[in-house]
């Protein structure tokens, strides 16, 4: 649950895109939660206030950082050159800003998994077991595609994900990508196994919680230390994907158009837009 709940807590702050989502966060994550677990009133109380605290210091300290992280991004993106190392650093500005938000709510986090009741975190695990057993199909379904409908599954994905930022894709883009595409390590099973595992290690904690007098510094520093759980195969796998996007993403800057780049600042200076009027309208 707490993993879930993190999860959702980033997604609406980091990855908010509109001052309409930003601004109703409140109402959005009790969506999000009631998809989980049912808090009672005096849980939602705790939840609701520590909240606001979290969105104040949010809006007050961070989205400066993201503000400058993105005018940095927009100069390097518009210089005439650009890395695979600088696109790599970025990747990795673009983490702490998530990381510092985890290590900002987890303690809460922790106090309210406490609060639970065990019929509360059963509950909350048949839900994600739910999950687990929709994302298991969905791999199953990969497994049994052959191995040439699983390259251009991956190259839909990845010229999808281009196009989102750039728009439509010339024929050496196009090419490019291709040519990236088999270098790219499925990661799917190991992700899930990782998943598994640490949910695995939140439940055995929680079932402990009222015996066990480091209960909430345990499950900070789970939730804070995911890493823990990944496998070594899975980390190196990941940071080879990460190297192999930014030296494809290099390649790739250098065949912009400018309509092409015209349209990636656009989204750029759009964030920024966004994030300067919430930070001057509290």
């Known amino acids: 649950m707490k993993k879930g709940l993190l999860i959702a807590i980033i997604f609406l702050l980091v990855g908010c895109s509109t001052k309409f989502t ?21 849980q939602e109380e705790f939840f609701d206030d520590h909240f606001a605290q979290w969105q104040q210091w949010h809006r007050s300290e961070e989205l400066s950082k993201y503000i ?3 005018r940095a991004l927009k100069a390097d993106l518009s210089a005439p050159t650009l890395t695979a190392q600088q696109i790599e650093m970025h990747m990795q500005d673009s983490r702490l800003h998530w990381e510092r938000l985890r290590d900002r709510v987890s303690p809460a986090l922790a106090q309210i998994a406490y609060d639970l009741t065990d019929e509360q975190i059963e ?3 048949d839900e994600i077991n739910d999950k687990n057993d929709e994302i ?21 994905n990845l010229e999808d994900d281009v196009s989102e930022y750039i728009g439509r894709l010339n024929q050496e883009q196009k090419r490019i990508i291709k040519a990236f595409a088999p270098e790219f390590n499925s990661t799917r099973a190991l992700w899930l196994k990782y998943r598994t595992e640490m949910q695995q290690g939140a439940r055995t904690l929680l079932a402990n919680r009222k015996q066990n ?16 759980f990944r496998s070594e195969t899975y980390r190196t796998l990941r940071v080879e994907n990460t190297r192999t996007y930014a030296k494809m993403a290099e390649q790739l800057f250098y065949t912009l158009d400018k309509k092409q780049k015209r349209k990636l600042i656009g989204e750029i200076d759009d964030m920024i837009e966004d994030l300067e009027y919430l930070m001057s309208n509290e």
């Open 213 to 228: 007098p480091l209960f909430r510094t345990e499950l900070v520093a789970l939730i804070t230390r995911p890493e823990d």
């Open 136 to 156: 298991r199909e969905s791999l199953a379904d990969y497994a049994e595609m052959s191995v040439e409908e699983q390259a251009e599954e991956r190259l839909d």
């Open 68 to 70: 400058a992280h993105l």
């Open 123 to 125: 509950s909350l695990f």
């Open 22 to 42: 930003y601004n109703n966060l409140d109402w959005l994550i009790h969506w999000y939660i009631d998809d989980y677990v049912s808090l009672t009133d005096e």
